[in-house]
């Protein structure tokens, strides 16, 4: 299934999406279904057989172009959890720039690398990435998988991690390269307001037979910038999953970005930082494509 946050009329709801047909707004469909995108992770087992009816029914109530799509979840639960340096080529190319912040004789992590961006920098599709705020003016891109996590979870090992995820969405970790690199730690160069586009929409995971055959494509102005493969990340998602379970609890509506392929702005010489007018598309299939235009 396909869930999608849009807005009509200034209202904020959640629909399941139909592609090449419309959206289906679930409180038209069943006035007692969830209202929020983490409401319905929560209760997802639960209404899923009504879901499925509706979906059999194909009763659609609004085209795209009626509707505003948002992000998937306009206000995370708590902050994006991230993953740095976790396609190798990727982590070569930061170390070879000179926006590298760990001090290490290893281009490759030997360990996940864990950071956040705050709730505050998401934006959905088609919105501004807004340079104003990025006094450094380093603005630079990411395109990642990101995983949306589906029920409380502590201690979870690698064969039971898929267990616990949801589903899949497209998220750009959009980056203040000279801040990140100035304040050492991360958190304040990841997450400027409008820094943390997404969607457009969640993806059950049991849509994607194999995650890890998944591509991901970056395009900034029409350019091709980015392509990778899940299978190629230094950390695949059930080692993330299980190292992040064994010292915290993950909640339903937990966003994890699993890491960005090479290809970034400071991987070219000189750095190709995001200016005010590009657009910056971030594709991967099934899911679909996430485009924001830079302010």
């Known amino acids: 299934m396909r869930f999608i946050t849009f807005q009509i009329k200034k209202d904020t709801k959640v629909g399941l999406e139909l592609p090449g047909k419309g959206i289906i707004d679930l409180a038209k469909a069943n006035k007692a ?10 209760s997802y087992k639960k209404i899923l057989p009504q879901l ?5 029914q194909k009763k659609i109530h609004y085209t795209h172009k009626q509707v505003k799509i948002l992000s998937p979840i306009p206000v995370p639960v708590r902050d994006i959890i991230c993953v740095g ?63 949306i996590i589906g029920k409380e979870a502590k201690n ?33 160069g990841k997450s400027p307001d409008t820094y ?21 494509k970056t395009f900034v102005n029409g350019e091709q ?7 190629d990340m ?9 190292t992040i379970t064994k010292t915290m609890t993950l909640v339903p509506g937990d966003i994890i970005a699993t890491g960005t392929p090479s ?18 598309k971030v594709e991967i299939q099934p899911i679909g494509k996430l485009e924001n235009i830079v302010r």
Not at 102 to 111: D, F, G, I, K, R
Not at 161 to 179: E, H
């Open 196 to 216: 943390c586009p997404m969607g457009p929409s969640i993806i059950t995971q049991d849509e994607i037979k194999d995650i890890n055959k998944v591509e991901l």
């Open 33 to 42: 279904f969830p209202k929020t995108m983490v409401e319905v992770i929560c």
């Open 85 to 147: 340096k976790n396609y190798a080529e990727h982590a070569k190319e930061v170390q070879k720039s000179s926006y590298s912040t760990l001090q290490s004789p290893n281009t490759v992590p030997e360990q996940p690398i864990i950071f956040t961006k705050a709730t505050t920098s998401v934006i959905g599709p088609n919105e501004a990435i807004q340079l104003k705020n990025d006094p450094t003016n380093s603005t630079d891109y990411e395109g990642e998988l990101a995983v």
């Open 156 to 188: 979870i090992s690698q064969s039971k991690a898929f267990d616990i995820i949801f589903g899949y969405t497209i998220l750009n970790d959009v980056t203040a390269r000279k801040m990140q690199n100035n304040h050492k730690q991360w958190f304040l």
């Open 52 to 56: 499925k009816k509706i979906i059999k």
């Open 234 to 242: 230094v950390f695949n998602i059930p080692y993330l999953i299980e």
């Open 225 to 231: 910038r980015q392509h990778g493969i899940v299978q």
């Open 263 to 280: 290809g970034v702005g400071i991987g070219f010489e000189p750095a190709k930082f995001l200016k005010s007018g590009d657009k910056v």
